[in-house]
């Protein structure tokens, strides 16, 4: 993959007379909008389904890609035809990405710009797309429509017809998008078998912690029968629990939004619930005076645990100095171990395990609540080594899974360096700052 340094130039630049670009190809004319594409307004017609732009830039039926998380109207005011091959804007998506070439015919809200090139063989959608899009990721369409309209980010026809555009020849728009085209293939391609690695050694932390808290360390060791059918067998010289005899276990209390202020005590959301500490990321406060006549009990101390009951796994935090005094939201669970033949950090692997969650969900059958809390725990199990054992399974967990998660930030590095190439392969080559020939098309 060559670096964006590598990639030829053209021979002369001019200035492009835009805040967004500062110069073009000399080559390339500049045009506005207005006098490259029209706005298409066609009819519906009866065979027509909905055609949904989606923020990634792909433009599609929308029973190709899912048909979940939608409004649907009720009467279908104002809708149009949209025809494959057209260049489509989603006015209030736009700053975010919604933006590209559909590749079906069908039917929209009034709310998508339609484009078709005003003449045959002069401007290539393909290409404006890409162009379009990334002038939208750069935050130019956002502060383009913030400046036209207040507290706005629609970005409409008339706001792109009224942009000067540049014009490179149309075979040049061709190759231009072609290469993209299979450039970002190739990239996104890389992307997802990251992914899959970063799943895969996900997988494989949670096979250690499960086999560490259901078997131990030592394979050999004699096994006994639980008495529960889907534990099965465990260490001989384990015990078996129930969870609120070796933990205190506290939902965080109902507290209205009326209840919330500018300052005071820090009420813990769930976005602070996501990493080894609790963090007061997203808090909300409340008056002093309110905590200590209502809710003084709930206060969090150092060391504490929290989980949410709404998480589906290894999520559990350690409450640190900075959280200390601070209030639960309902939803997140404080857990305390009680006795002292439980270690700590034995009952925070515990509780971000695939034998935690089994529980949970077996508890949750033929239902659909979402949500778990303390009468759920209440009914669980935990496997009790002794605690010396605790220590060496923590020991042992600990550097398994520090060993796994550099791994992790390895493939998470390069997604992010991969994206970050994506973005500038494709904001060089639309505004001409490295030269696309054909041959880098076929090669």
Sequence with gaps: MLSIAEYPKYEAYKDSKMTWVSEFPESWRIEKGKWLFNRAERPVRSEDEIVTCFRDGVVTLRKNRRTEGFTNAMKEHGYQGIRKGDLVIHAMDAFAGAIGVSDSDGKSTPVYAACVPRNKGEVLPEFYAYFLRDMALSGFVASLAKGIRERSTDFRFNDFANLDLPVPLFEEQRVIAKFLDKKTTQIDEAIAIKEQQIALLKERKQIIIQKAVT?????????????????????????????????????????????????????????????????????????????R????????????????????????????????????????????????????????????????????????????????????????????????????????????????????????????????????LINSAVTGKIRITPDMVEA
């Design 215 to 291: 078997q131990g360390l030592d394979p050999t060791v004699p096994m006994k029968d639980s008495g529960v059918d889907w534990i099965g067998e465990i260490p001989a010289h384990w015990g078996m629990s129930p969870l609120t005899k070796e933990v205190f276990i506290q939902e965080g209390p109902g507290i209205m939004a009326v209840d919330f202020r500018d300052e005071g005590v820090p009420l813990i959301r769930i976005s602070g619930v996501k990493g080894e500490m609790v963090a007061l990321d997203g808090c909300n406060y409340l008056s002093p005076s309110k905590v």
């Design 293 to 424: 006549s209502k809710w003084a009990h709930f206060k969090l101390n150092e060391g504490d645990l929290v989980i949410s009951g709404s998480a589906s796994t290894e999520l559990v935090s350690e409450v640190g100095s900075d959280a200390q005094g601070a209030i639960l939201y309902t939803g997140l669970i404080r857990i305390i171990p009680q006795r002292k033949n439980l270690l700590k950090e034995y009952l925070m692997i515990f509780l971000g395990s695939p034998f935690f969650f089994t529980q949970i969900d077996l508890q949750k059958t033929g239902s659909t609540i979402s949500h778990y809390g303390p009468s759920h725990l209440s009914r669980m199990f935990i496997l009790m080594p002794d605690f010396e054992e605790q220590v060496k399974i923590v020991d042992s967990v600990k550097d398994q899974k520090a060993e796994i998660d550099k791994a992790i930030s390895v493939q998470q590095h390069q997604i992010e360096k991969l994206k970050e190439y994506k973005t500038t």
